[in-house]
């Protein structure tokens, strides 16, 4: 109780510290605005030596006051009648002055020039300000640099070691990078485990993989088991605009790190600050090259035996100094893989585990249905699904909140809204019954999910199908049967309507561009093993830019006739298959015209079809395999 009550005293107090500085700043300024009233107040008037004269002879002049025989103050009275301040000037020696004044009658004092309060206060009002900027400076700076002059500081959030913390069970698989990062947290727990035997710990451990994957999730699962402080920053906070800002940052981030021994320092996309030097590689920028400097000085000279660790992650280590990752700083790299079919299972239940589910979601579905997703996608899908269920009322979510989350992300928001004619209705029917019925009929190509003709993003219909197990590679006969089924729209619009619409443009896009990729980049083809048309790709822009035609005119013909050969033969596949197929065409599309949405169960059901069995997804192997394994 006694803790709670000083610590709510102490923000009392730092709350009227900073109220009491303001209530003085806007003090002095009154205070400066009415000193500056009553001099103006003061000093109504200013007249000429000529005019003063003027006034004297014309009797208007009441007393005068004569400070040091070059300066005139008095009161005369002005054409109202009213008593009025004045001054002058005395611009020459005078000596008939006193016979006027005498002759007229006008009192006269005799001073000197003083100092008045006005003109102290005036005098040392800048002092006064300029000693207050500096104390207010100084005291910033004294509290940790979060103010004024702190842009040398290192921006570092450090994240407490007390309570809930993220640990390895809350990563779902990536096992062997968790296995990689063990030996971090051992050290950290226990040096001297390593160090008697004289093994050296990596200094630096670097996170590779693709955005969304966990490498910062995993940085925080070392930090959470080895319950040491963790200190997190970001590559792009070292560079500012002024210059040497970077550096000081890098040395503070270090410093902060020795000081509080054991810890891990964690940099997340150091790319942004460790690009390869040299011109046309970064620009030549001179500050990000003496922060990537200070940082591989800071790193050689860092003693790793106190118990700090440096991770740091990215996705593009390509770019990276190779004297970033040579060993003694970086030593280790760590891949954070996109997770597989089983993987995305137990991430999906790790999401999944606060919601209140229906009997109906099967998560290994979902795993199937959500390819090439890293953890990032997965439970943004988990979160979209309970707001989907929560915006209806539901008590659970259910599967179909699940599947409309998947497609909103994957392929936009239902339109439900757009107005379409039945011509229109029945085309998209036609097209998307085209795709699917060449799924079934090309033995190698992948399972279809479903098929919809409501309007997603700038697609008027949707056919979705799913692999039955992740494939790293891809073969030539299901390529050949891609470009069949992506010409099934195109060839059923031809043969119903005997024409084709634009709305089989993206499917010829994609068409094309995997052609192309068959013939010059993978080797199947007629030309053979050939890699066709080398690519630019500047490291400080990051992507292709410009690819050059490394081959002659006679070799272009040939790839546009191998690149034509392929799209015809796989139209004219699809062309036949349809012919003969004419019948479940003309079903599939009235049955989408009623139901318009309709998965693969549904589609069997329909053609009288063998129900497919549900497979069992492998099991997910535990740490002690993946240690067994090392």
Same mark, same amino acid.
């Given at each position: 109780?006694?803790? &709670?009550?000083? &610590? *709510?005293?102490?923000?009392?107090?730092?709350?009227?510290?900073?109220?009491?500085?303001?209530?003085?700043?806007?003090?002095?300024?009154?205070?400066?605005?009415?000193?500056?009233? $009553?001099?103006?107040?003061?000093?109504?008037?200013?007249?000429?030596?000529?005019?003063?004269?003027?006034?004297?002879?014309?009797?208007?002049?009441?007393?005068?006051?004569?400070?040091?025989?070059?300066?005139?103050?008095?009161?005369?009275?002005?054409?109202?009648?009213?008593?009025?301040?004045?001054?002058?000037?005395?611009?020459?020696?005078?000596? *008939?002055?006193?016979?006027?004044?005498?002759?007229?009658?006008?009192?006269?004092?005799?001073?000197? !020039?003083?100092?008045?309060?006005?003109?102290?206060?005036?005098?040392?009002?800048?002092?006064?300000?300029?000693? =207050?900027?500096?104390?207010?400076?100084?005291?910033?700076?004294?509290?940790?640099?979060?103010?004024?002059?702190?842009?040398?500081?290192?921006?570092?959030?450090?994240?407490?070691?007390?309570?809930?913390?993220?640990?390895?069970?809350?990563?779902?698989?990536?096992?062997?990078?968790?296995?990689?990062?063990?030996?971090?947290?051992?050290?950290?727990?226990?040096?001297?485990?390593?160090?008697?035997? #004289?093994?050296?710990?990596?200094?630096?451990?670097?996170?590779?993989?693709?955005? #969304?994957? #966990?490498?910062?999730?995993?940085?925080?699962?070392?930090?959470?088991?080895?319950?040491?402080?963790?200190?997190?920053? *970001?590559?792009?906070?070292?560079?500012? /605009?002024?210059?040497?800002?970077?550096?000081?940052?890098?040395?503070?981030?270090?410093?902060?790190?020795? &000081?509080?021994?054991?810890?891990?320092?964690?940099? @997340?996309?150091?790319?942004?600050?460790?690009?390869?030097?040299?011109?046309?590689? =970064?620009?030549?920028?001179?500050?990000?090259?003496?922060?990537?400097?200070?940082?591989?000085?800071?790193?050689? =000279?860092?003693?790793?035996?106190?118990?700090?660790?440096?991770?740091?992650?990215?996705?593009?280590?390509?770019?990276? @100094?190779?004297?970033? $990752?040579?060993?003694?700083?970086?030593?280790?790299?760590?891949?954070?893989?996109?997770?597989?079919?089983?993987?995305?299972?137990?991430?999906?239940?790790?999401?999944?585990?606060?919601?209140?589910?229906?009997?109906?979601?099967?998560?290994?579905?979902?795993?199937?249905?959500?390819?090439?997703?890293?953890?990032?996608?997965?439970?943004?899908?988990?979160? +979209?699904?309970?707001?989907?269920?929560?915006?209806?009322?539901?008590?659970?979510?259910?599967?179909?909140?699940?599947?409309?989350?998947?497609?909103?992300?994957?392929?936009?928001?239902?339109?439900?809204? /757009?107005?379409?004619?039945?011509?229109? !209705?029945?085309?998209?029917?036609?097209?998307?019954?085209?795709?699917?019925?060449?799924?079934?009929?090309?033995?190698?190509?992948?399972?279809?999910?479903?098929?919809?003709?409501?309007?997603?993003?700038?697609?008027? #219909?949707?056919?979705?199908?799913?692999?039955?197990?992740?494939?790293?590679?891809?073969?030539?006969?299901?390529?050949?049967?891609? %470009?069949?089924?992506?010409?099934?729209?195109?060839?059923?619009?031809?043969?119903?309507?005997?024409?084709?619409?634009?709305?089989?443009?993206?499917?010829?896009?994609?068409?094309?561009?995997?052609?192309?990729?068959?013939?010059?980049?993978?080797?199947?083809?007629?030309?053979?093993?050939?890699?066709?048309?080398?690519?630019?790709?500047?490291?400080?822009?990051?992507?292709?830019?410009?690819?050059?035609?490394?081959?002659?005119?006679?070799?272009?013909?040939?790839? @546009?006739?191998?690149?034509?050969?392929?799209?015809?033969?796989?139209?004219?596949?699809?062309?036949?298959?349809?012919?003969?197929?004419?019948?479940?065409? +003309?079903?599939?599309?009235?049955? %989408?015209?009623?139901?318009?949405?309709?998965?693969?169960?549904?589609?069997?059901?329909?053609?009288? %079809?063998?129900?497919?069995?549900?497979?069992?997804?492998?099991?997910?192997?535990?740490?002690?395999?993946?240690?067994?394994?090392?």
């Amino acid at each position: 109780m006694s803790d &709670k009550k000083n &610590k *709510s005293n102490g923000n009392f107090k730092l709350e009227m510290d900073g109220k009491t500085t303001i209530a003085l700043i806007i003090g002095a300024i009154l205070l400066f605005f009415f000193v500056i009233s $009553l001099v103006k107040d003061n000093i109504t008037s200013s007249l000429t030596y000529s005019q003063f004269i003027q006034e004297l002879e014309s009797g208007n002049v009441e007393e005068v006051k004569i400070i040091d025989m070059r300066e005139i103050r008095g009161k005369r009275f002005d054409e109202n009648g009213k008593r009025v301040n004045f001054t002058t000037i005395i611009p020459y020696f005078d000596d *008939s002055l006193l016979g006027r004044l005498e002759q007229v009658g006008v009192s006269v004092i005799g001073d000197s !020039k003083g100092i008045s309060l006005g003109d102290v206060f005036l005098q040392l009002l800048p002092v006064l300000l300029l000693f =207050g900027v500096i104390v207010w400076m100084y005291r910033n700076i004294q509290n940790g640099g979060k103010n004024a002059l702190s842009f040398g500081r290192s921006k570092a959030k450090q994240y407490d070691n007390s309570g809930d913390n993220v640990v390895f069970k809350d990563v779902a698989g990536q096992l062997e990078a968790k296995y990689e990062l063990q030996e971090v947290v051992e050290f950290l727990r226990d040096p001297e485990r390593f160090t008697r035997l #004289g093994a050296k710990i990596p200094k630096g451990v670097l996170l590779v993989g693709q955005p #969304g994957t #966990g490498k910062t999730l995993l940085a925080k699962a070392v930090a959470g088991e080895a319950r040491v402080p963790f200190f997190h920053m *970001s590559g792009s906070n070292f560079v500012e /605009m002024f210059v040497g800002v970077g550096a000081s940052r890098v040395r503070d981030l270090f410093e902060q790190g020795r &000081k509080n021994v054991p810890c891990i320092l964690f940099i @997340d996309e150091i790319d942004a600050v460790g690009r390869t030097r040299g011109a046309g590689y =970064g620009g030549g920028h001179d500050e990000r090259e003496q922060t990537l400097n200070q940082l591989l000085v800071e790193m050689d =000279g860092f003693d790793t035996d106190k118990g700090v660790i440096i991770i740091a992650a990215t996705n593009r280590p390509d770019v990276l @100094d190779p004297a970033l $990752l040579r060993p003694g700083r970086f030593d280790r790299q760590v891949v954070v893989a996109m997770p597989d079919v089983k993987e995305r299972e137990a991430i999906l239940a790790i999401h999944a585990r606060n919601l209140t589910l229906d009997s109906d979601v099967k998560l290994s579905i979902l795993a199937r249905a959500t390819p090439g997703s890293s953890g990032a996608d997965i439970a943004n899908i988990v979160n +979209e699904a309970a707001l989907f269920a929560g915006r209806i009322g539901r008590e659970c979510v259910k599967m179909v909140d699940f599947e409309e989350a998947r497609d909103k992300i994957l392929m936009g928001i239902a339109r439900r809204s /757009m107005v379409m004619s039945e011509e229109d !209705k029945w085309m998209t029917a036609y097209h998307e019954a085209g795709h699917a019925i060449l799924h079934y009929t090309q033995e190698k190509a992948d399972r279809i999910h479903k098929v919809t003709i409501i309007p997603r993003g700038r697609s008027l #219909g949707v056919t979705f199908s799913l692999p039955e197990k992740d494939e790293y590679s891809r073969r030539v006969g299901w390529l050949k049967a891609q %470009l069949v089924i992506l010409y099934g729209g195109y060839a059923a619009e031809e043969l119903i309507y005997d024409e084709t619409t634009t709305g089989a443009q993206n499917d010829i896009k994609q068409a094309t561009e995997l052609a192309r990729k068959m013939v010059c980049e993978w080797g199947m083809s007629g030309l053979g093993p050939v890699a066709l048309g080398a690519v630019d790709e500047p490291i400080f822009i990051g992507k292709e830019i410009a690819q050059h035609a490394d081959y002659s005119e006679e070799t272009a013909f040939r790839i @546009d006739s191998e690149i034509r050969n392929l799209l015809t033969e796989a139209l004219d596949k699809a062309r036949d298959t349809l012919r003969r197929e004419r019948g479940k065409l +003309e079903s599939l599309s009235k049955a %989408l015209i009623e139901r318009e949405t309709l998965d693969n169960d549904e589609i069997r059901k329909l053609w009288g %079809l063998e129900l497919p069995s549900e497979q069992k997804l492998p099991e997910l192997p535990s740490d002690s395999d993946v240690d067994s394994k090392s």
